[in-house]
Protein backbone atom coordinates (compact mmCIF):
# COMPACT_ATOMS: atom_id res chain seq x y z
CA UNK A 1 0.00 0.00 0.00
CA UNK A 2 1.30 3.30 -1.24
CA UNK A 3 0.65 6.81 0.79
CA UNK A 4 -0.15 9.41 -1.11
CA UNK A 5 1.74 12.64 0.34
CA UNK A 6 -0.62 15.32 1.15
CA UNK A 7 -1.33 18.01 -1.08
CA UNK A 8 -1.31 22.20 0.18
CA UNK A 9 -4.48 24.01 -0.35
CA UNK A 10 -4.47 26.87 -2.64
CA UNK A 11 -4.41 29.51 -0.04
CA UNK A 12 -1.16 28.00 1.79
CA UNK A 13 0.42 27.67 -1.85
CA UNK A 14 -0.46 31.32 -1.61
CA UNK A 15 0.99 32.07 1.51
CA UNK A 16 4.25 30.70 0.71
CA UNK A 17 4.09 33.30 -2.49
CA UNK A 18 2.91 36.25 0.08
CA UNK A 19 6.43 35.25 2.00
CA UNK A 20 8.69 35.54 -1.78
CA UNK A 21 6.90 38.71 -2.35
CA UNK A 22 7.90 40.50 0.61
CA UNK A 23 11.61 38.83 0.81
CA UNK A 24 11.93 40.18 -2.87
CA UNK A 25 10.33 43.45 -2.55
CA UNK A 26 12.17 43.76 0.91
CA UNK A 27 8.86 44.78 2.79
CA UNK A 28 8.91 45.55 6.49
CA UNK A 29 6.40 46.05 9.43
CA UNK A 30 4.11 49.17 8.66
CA UNK A 31 4.75 48.67 4.48
CA UNK A 32 1.56 48.18 2.45
CA UNK A 33 1.00 44.80 0.20
CA UNK A 34 -0.66 44.84 -2.91
CA UNK A 35 -4.22 44.88 -3.04
CA UNK A 36 -6.06 41.53 -3.62
CA UNK A 37 -7.09 42.27 -6.84
CA UNK A 38 -2.92 42.96 -7.73
CA UNK A 39 -2.26 39.71 -5.61
CA UNK A 40 -4.20 37.35 -7.98
CA UNK A 41 -3.16 39.21 -11.07
CA UNK A 42 0.07 38.50 -9.88
CA UNK A 43 -0.31 35.32 -8.85
CA UNK A 44 -2.48 33.77 -11.18
CA UNK A 45 -5.26 32.98 -8.51
CA UNK A 46 -8.53 33.61 -7.19
CA UNK A 47 -9.78 36.31 -5.20
CA UNK A 48 -11.55 34.50 -2.87
CA UNK A 49 -7.85 32.46 -2.65
CA UNK A 50 -6.12 35.37 -1.99
CA UNK A 51 -8.52 36.76 0.60
CA UNK A 52 -8.48 33.48 2.54
CA UNK A 53 -4.31 33.29 2.47
CA UNK A 54 -4.91 37.13 3.98
CA UNK A 55 -7.07 35.76 6.30
CA UNK A 56 -4.81 33.17 7.73
CA UNK A 57 -2.46 35.68 7.73
CA UNK A 58 -4.36 37.83 9.75
CA UNK A 59 -5.60 35.21 12.17
CA UNK A 60 -1.55 34.62 12.65
CA UNK A 61 -1.02 38.42 13.85
CA UNK A 62 1.64 38.61 10.97
CA UNK A 63 -0.78 41.18 8.95
CA UNK A 64 -3.57 43.92 9.59
CA UNK A 65 -6.61 44.60 7.25
CA UNK A 66 -7.76 48.80 7.31
CA UNK A 67 -10.51 49.11 6.17
CA UNK A 68 -10.31 51.80 2.79
CA UNK A 69 -6.83 52.00 3.59
CA UNK A 70 -5.40 48.68 2.67
CA UNK A 71 -3.30 45.62 4.14
CA UNK A 72 -0.14 46.03 6.04
CA UNK A 73 2.52 44.00 7.06
CA UNK A 74 2.45 44.06 10.99
CA UNK A 75 5.08 42.10 12.92
CA UNK A 76 6.48 39.63 9.86
CA UNK A 77 9.03 36.59 10.63
CA UNK A 78 9.48 35.20 7.85
CA UNK A 79 10.48 32.00 9.36
CA UNK A 80 7.06 31.84 11.65
CA UNK A 81 5.33 31.51 8.62
CA UNK A 82 7.26 29.01 7.00
CA UNK A 83 7.24 26.82 10.43
CA UNK A 84 3.70 27.60 10.56
CA UNK A 85 2.87 25.98 6.48
CA UNK A 86 5.39 23.22 7.15
Not at 27 to 31: V, W, Y
Not at 33 to 36: A, N, Q
Given at each position: MSVV???RKVYQEILLEINNLIKEDG?????R????RELAERLRVGRSSVREALRAL???GLITTRRGEG???QSYRQNKLIDIIG
Open positions: PEQLKPGDLPSEELLTFI
